[in-house]
């Protein structure tokens, strides 16, 4: 069935880095973009980045930018996420989901469960 | 960037009942609005996309409506496994989406 499972979590002190993976199966990956998406303790959920489907363009929130990069090995079927000199506030599960292929409605339209990254000293 | 409010932050409602979620956008988004269940330990699970367009598996009780800014979810007849945390997300400023700070459904 059509699924993202993400990896690389962990514990991580502040100021280190951390890479996230998002293995996809069950769909023709190449043709998707994907994005990923964080949520805090007991908090909502927050837009952090996207590649595009042949990651020729990628977009950061503001909050991110210049500290994590996205990329994608299609194929390996995979995406990544390169978190540089974390803070402890991006304490959060990070998921990665699925644009859908539908140019004129782009939400997100598989999610994964997500990966725990934990910063703290 | 565009703000989404949504409210109230807690419903409780007994199963049977009829639940209603708002959701209001600080500027337009057209229709280009999607709703997403969350349990705990779960990833988000796609309800509703072009503001009233129920996804695949996307139970009949469940219908969006709303444009602009002004959004409602509406739960016809709760059942047990709806239960949840639901979020509303813009994505007419793509690539920046927004989600809303979340409504949680208990039962009352």
């Known amino acids: 069935q059509v699924q993202l499972v993400e990896s690389g979590g962990g514990v991580v002190q502040p100021g280190r880095s951390l890479r996230l993976s998002c293995a996809a199966s069950?769909?023709?990956?190449?043709?998707?973009?994907i994005h990923w998406v964080r949520q805090a303790p007991g908090k909502g959920l927050e837009w952090v980045a996207v590649?595009?489907?042949?990651?020729?363009?990628?977009y950061y929130a503001d909050s991110v930018k210049g500290r994590f990069t996205i990329s994608r090995d299609n194929s390996k079927d995979t995406a990544y996420l390169q978190m540089n000199s974390l803070r402890g506030d991006e304490t959060a599960v990070y998921h990665c989901?699925?644009?859908?292929?539908?140019?004129?409605?782009?939400?997100?339209?598989?999610w994964g469960r997500g990966t725990t990254v934990t910063v703290s000293s | 960037e565009i703000v989404m409010t949504q409210s109230p932050a807690i419903l409780s409602v007994s199963p049977g009942e009829r639940a209603t979620l708002s959701c209001r956008a600080s500027?337009?988004?057209?229709?280009?609005l999607a709703w997403y269940q969350q349990k705990p330990g779960q990833a988000p699970r796609r309800l509703i996309y072009?503001?009233?367009t129920r996804a695949t598996g996307t139970p009949a009780r469940f219908s969006g409506s709303g444009s602009g800014t002004e959004f409602t979810l509406t739960i016809s007849s709760l059942q047990s496994e709806d239960f949840a945390v639901y979020y509303c997300?813009?994505?007419?400023?793509?690539?920046?989406?927004?989600f809303g700070q979340g409504t949680k459904l208990e039962i009352k």
């Open positions: 989901a699925r644009e859908s292929g539908n140019p004129s409605s782009p939400h997100m339209d598989v």
């Open positions: 069950g769909f023709t990956f190449r043709n998707y973009a």
């Open positions: 500027q337009s988004v057209s229709n280009n």
């Open positions: 072009g503001a009233s």
């Open positions: 590649i595009y489907y042949d990651g020729s363009n990628k």
């Open positions: 997300q813009q994505y007419n400023n793509w690539p920046v989406y927004t």
